[in-house]
């Protein structure tokens, strides 16, 4: 692979506290991501907002004020993780469908490859930009168009299981299932737009466990413990 991005929940982000952040996760983040630059792989990354808002859970908010609260909630995390990767020592920019002020730069295809070029973790914050568009189908759009080889989806669990294994222990894992079987089971791994847009543009994806060690280094390196969606 030449070019992956990587999704990480907001959530994952905060560990044991459920919210804010957990530097020393994202610090071991920054370290897997520069491994695997250093191999001369292009990686971007999609933040989840849910360490700091949940906003469909309120019914007491307009759906798309409540989104937009999710998109500016995205934002937040891709700063402060940014300046978490700045730290350990790679180079990052952020990039958002919308203005927002010199916190970040607008999004387009020619300026994201260009600072892929340059060896840049680039952030896709801000979603798609519009209310009723989840996260999930902002990193499909973003891995989509900017032609990547696959999106890596670290998530709180290690993988995709025919039933919740923490109401069930007797769940299976699956090592490979088809992004069709995942909708057609009601599996819940993105929501349904994002996964149309996998199945129609053949994008796979790799789920595997954020806090495994070096989880995101192995689906790179062929020591992959999560679950392959395949698009084939």
Same mark, same amino acid.
């Given at each position: 692979?030449?070019r $992956?991005?990587?999704?990480?929940?907001?959530?994952?982000?905060?560990?044991?506290?459920?919210?804010?952040?957990?530097?020393?996760?994202?610090?071991?983040?920054?370290?897997?991501?520069k491994?695997?630059?250093?191999?001369?792989?292009?990686?971007?990354? $999609?933040?989840?907002?849910?360490n700091?808002?949940?906003?469909?859970?309120?019914?007491?908010?307009?759906?798309?004020?409540?989104?937009q609260?999710?998109?500016?909630?995205?934002?937040? /995390?891709?700063?402060?993780?940014?300046?978490?990767?700045r730290?350990?020592?790679?180079?990052t920019?952020?990039l958002?469908?919308?203005?927002?002020?010199s916190m970040?730069?607008?999004?387009?295809?020619?300026?994201?490859?260009?600072?892929?070029?340059?060896?840049?973790? $680039?952030?896709?914050?801000?979603?798609?930009?519009?209310?009723?568009?989840?996260?999930?189908?902002?990193?499909?759009?973003?891995?989509?168009?900017?032609?990547a080889?696959?999106?890596?989806?670290?998530?709180?669990?290690?993988?995709?299981?025919?039933?919740?294994?923490?109401? /069930?222990?007797?769940?299976?894992?699956y090592?490979?299932?088809?992004?069709?079987?995942?909708?057609?089971?009601?599996?819940?791994?993105i929501?349904?737009?994002?996964?149309?847009?996998?199945?129609?543009n053949k994008?796979?994806?790799?789920?595997?466990?954020?806090?495994?060690?070096?989880?995101?280094? /192995?689906a790179?390196?062929?020591?992959?413990?999560?679950?392959? $969606?395949t698009?084939?």
């Open positions: 692979m030449k $992956v991005i990587l999704k990480l929940s907001g959530e994952a982000l905060a560990g044991e506290q459920k919210s804010g952040y957990d530097d020393a996760l994202i610090a071991d983040i920054a370290r897997q991501v491994a695997i630059i250093d191999k001369g792989i292009d990686v971007g990354v $999609v933040i989840g907002g849910g700091y808002w949940r906003g469909r859970s309120n019914d007491n908010i307009d759906r798309t004020k409540a989104d609260i999710g998109m500016l909630a995205t934002i937040m /995390n891709c700063i402060y993780v940014s300046e978490i990767f730290s350990e020592g790679l180079k920019n952020i958002t469908p919308f203005e927002c002020g970040t730069k607008l999004f387009s295809k020619d300026r994201a490859n260009k600072y892929f070029e340059k060896g840049m973790v $680039v952030f896709f914050a801000g979603g798609t930009g519009h209310p009723y568009f989840s996260t999930d189908t902002g990193i499909v759009l973003r891995a989509i168009e900017l032609d080889d696959a999106i890596l989806l670290a998530k709180a669990i290690d993988g995709i299981y025919d039933s919740d294994p923490k109401i /069930n222990p007797q769940a299976k894992k090592d490979k299932i088809s992004i069709q079987e995942v909708v057609d089971k009601q599996l819940g791994v929501d349904m737009t994002a996964s149309v847009m996998c199945m129609e994008m796979p994806l790799m789920v595997f466990g954020l806090n495994e060690d070096n989880s995101i280094l /192995n790179m390196t062929g020591k992959f413990n999560g679950t392959v $969606v698009v084939d």
